[in-house]
């Protein structure tokens, strides 16, 4: 089967989106791909935002590959499925215009893995995909009845919804290492939440796990990359020697949380890489922090989210260190790599004062703390479900009006108020 795998041109003008907006490489379609072809799938894949298209130019492309499936992604890359915009209109606009010409169309994201019926309503799509996509997608083009498919939503005969099992979680271990275009490569001059250089050489993503052993109640995440697994050793620096030698001399390991891991962080000693990661500050010893500096570790993105034990336990943080344990950690942590960032969100009993106080005293250790984040529930987080239950076919309307009528000013890592999801969506099938 002749399969096109699409990210499209993406454009956050007004748009709640609290990821970075700069291209990234898009891991989920990268992974169908090398599945596909090893099943014998003749893939065209297209990242219209990292390289440039316009809509015009990639529907052209994909409409003269005439596909017989076409998947589009509906979030730009996996690393933002957790905090994906709200609105479908990029990837709406590119099925309207491409039409008939892409075959059976299929959408893959945090949108139809939550809100399936949603999904196939704005997008006007054949299959939705819910979970993670890569090994269902290899399903879809083996060309068996739908109905034997798991983990999709789709139509019948009858025009009604149906829903088959589970959000998909795949082995992903033993995921075979991607390799990029070259001059895919050569285009990704961005790194990822680096703040210590300016890049002067090609940056890329890798996942390292998928997953997180950890239920935060603002983590959009169990309705996809949920249960926690590490990839393979081999595979990952099969893959990382593989960008080094097409000149990327930055990673940005996207994983939910970044764990220590003893053996990765020694294979990386040496490799004349820099890295950045998340994760959560409670987890390293001073020994491990040593190691992840060593190992070329330039960024850590550090999830505290509360000041109090009281904020962070209703956060179900699982977290045992006390706020002072975590502010000397942060502090040690700079010692060893060049940026360190404390996330906070904004929770109704934190004092403003204390907030205040804290993100000073970090501040002269060098560590950046942000004004706390207004909470968006997403619907694939726990905060949801406790707020509205289970998710509806109107659950982005709700969360995002619940968003915009909660906070009369934006944090500071916001570019620009956002609209009305119904503005955002103008051109959605309704």
Request: hydrophobic share 40%; glycine share 8%.
């Amino acid at each position: 089967m002749k399969v096109a795998l699409v990210n499209p041109p993406w454009d956050f003008t007004g748009s709640i989106y609290f990821g970075c907006r700069e291209p990234h490489l898009p891991l989920e379609l990268g992974y169908s791909k090398v599945l596909l072809e090893a099943a014998g799938h003749e893939v065209l894949m297209l990242d219209a935002h990292l390289c440039g298209l316009p809509m015009a130019e990639l529907v052209a492309q994909v409409a003269a590959f005439a596909p017989e499936m076409t998947v589009v992604t509906t979030a730009p890359s996996y690393l933002f499925w957790r905090c994906a915009q709200p609105e479908l209109r990029l990837p709406r606009e590119f099925l309207a215009a491409l039409g008939p010409r892409g075959g059976r169309t299929v959408a893959v994201g945090p949108h139809g893995s939550a809100t399936p019926g949603t999904a196939l309503r704005k997008l006007g799509v054949d299959v939705v995909v819910r979970g993670e996509c890569e090994e269902i997608v290899v399903l879809l083009a083996a060309g068996g009845p739908l109905e034997s498919v798991p983990s999709i939503a789709f139509r019948d005969a009858d025009g009604d919804i149906r829903i088959n099992g589970a959000p998909h979680a795949s082995r992903f271990t033993d995921l075979p290492a991607l390799h990029w275009p070259t001059e895919w490569v050569a285009r990704h001059r961005h790194h990822h939440h680096r703040f210590d250089a300016k890049p002067d050489v090609p940056g890329a993503e890798v996942e390292a796990s998928r997953g997180c052993p950890y239920n935060c109640t603002f983590c959009a995440k169990i309705d996809f990359r949920d249960k926690y697994r590490r990839r393979e050793l081999p595979l990952l620096l099969e893959e990382i020697d593989g960008l080094r030698a097409q000149g990327v001399g930055y990673l940005y390991f996207i994983d939910e949380i970044f764990l220590p891991q003893r053996a990765l962080l020694q294979a990386l000693v040496g490799r004349g890489l820099k890295f950045g990661v998340q994760t959560r500050i409670d987890l390293w010893k001073p020994e491990m922090l040593d190691l992840l500096g060593e190992a070329g570790c330039v960024s850590i993105e550090a999830g505290v989210e509360s000041l109090t034990e009281a904020g962070r336990a209703a956060l179900d943080k699982d977290c045992r260190a006390s706020t002072e344990d975590l502010t000397e950690r942060l502090i040690y942590a700079k010692r060893r790599v060049p940026f360190v960032q404390a996330n906070l969100i904004k929770m109704p009993g934190d004092d403003a004062g204390m907030i205040a106080a804290w993100r000073e005293q970090l501040q002269r250790a060098g560590v950046w703390a942000n004004d706390p984040v207004p909470l968006y529930p997403y619907p694939s987080s726990p905060d949801y479900h406790r707020l509205f239950g289970t998710p509806d076919d109107e659950a982005w309307e709700r969360a995002h009006a619940h968003y915009l009528a909660q906070f009369d000013r934006m944090s500071d890592i916001q570019e620009e108020h956002p609209v009305p999801l119904a503005e955002l969506e103008a051109a959605c099938c309704r």
